[in-house]
T-cell receptor
Framework: RKEVEQDPGPFNVPEGATVAFNCTYS??????FFWYRQDCRKEPKLLMS???SGNEDGRFTAQLNRASQYISLLIRDSKLSDSATYLC????????????FGPGTSLSVIP | NAGVTQTPKFQVLKTGQSMTLQCAQD?????MYWYRQDPGMGLRLIYY???????DKGEVPNGYNVSRLNKREFSLRLESAAPSQTSVYFC???????????????FGPGTRLTVL
């Protein structure tokens, strides 16, 4: 089993739709979780951290379920500019200062 | 601030050729990383440097060497390029290391390498 798994998609949704991505991780001792966004042929950039209590940033909501070892990202009222690949990132705490990136989920928002 | 810069942006090599990918950051970050990204595989860590003067292997170090020249610069060398090393290479940096904390990783724009 891979350390971090994501549904690769692609997810094709109309503007204004709500879309959710899930990510599962294998190491139950993992401590930190993040979502990064990567535009086509560009570098990844931090979208948001994921806290135990769940957190929201505008149209984006991230949640963590430690018991089931997954994190989620919900995007409400999708915009064309949300089209990108969303990377799940987990800090497994197995070694110094390293993190594991998931393969990413591709989202296309259609007019 | 330029952030994290990488050179070159594109490179085509023949099998067996060598080259060095350059990375520099101007944010006074301690930790630096080299990743490769292949379709469907996500970002995989090649080498990292927790601080100036130290380097450690990541998930896929075979065929690569690194040098942390100073706090700003972290280079990746391919001694004898192989077609399997065709990939997009990203350099990244974070402000501080430490197992008890995680800081946002700032990425360079990437180097697209093709080995024929």
């Amino acid at each position: 089993r891979k350390e971090v798994e994501q549904d690769p998609g692609p997810f094709n949704v109309p503007e204004g739709a709500t879309v959710a991505f899930n990510c599962t991780y294998s190491n139950s001792a993992s401590q930190s979780f993040f979502w990064y966004r990567q535009d086509c042929r560009k570098e990844p950039k931090l979208l948001m951290s994921v806290y135990s209590s769940g957190n929201e940033d505008g149209r984006f909501t991230a949640q963590l379920n430690r018991a089931s070892q997954y994190i989620s990202l919900l995007i409400r009222d999708s915009k064309l500019s949300d089209s990108a690949t969303y990377l799940c990132v987990v800090n497994p705490k197995t070694s110094y200062d390293k993190v594991i990136f998931g393969p990413g989920t591709s989202l296309s928002v259609i007019p | 601030n330029a952030g994290v810069t990488q050179t070159p942006k594109f490179q085509v090599l023949k099998t067996g050729q060598s080259m060095t990918l350059q990375c520099a950051q101007d944010m006074n970050h301690n930790s630096m990383y080299w990743y490769r990204q292949d379709p469907g595989m996500g970002l995989r860590l090649i080498y990292y440097s927790a601080s100036e003067g130290t380097t450690d292997k990541g998930e896929v170090p075979n065929g690569y060497n690194v040098s942390r020249l100073n706090k700003r610069e972290f280079s990746l060398r391919l001694e004898s390029a192989a077609p399997s090393q065709t990939s997009v290479y990203f350099c990244a940096s974070t402000p501080n290391g430490g197992v008890s904390s995680y800081n946002e990783q700032f990425f360079g724009p990437g180097t697209r390498l093709t080995v024929l």
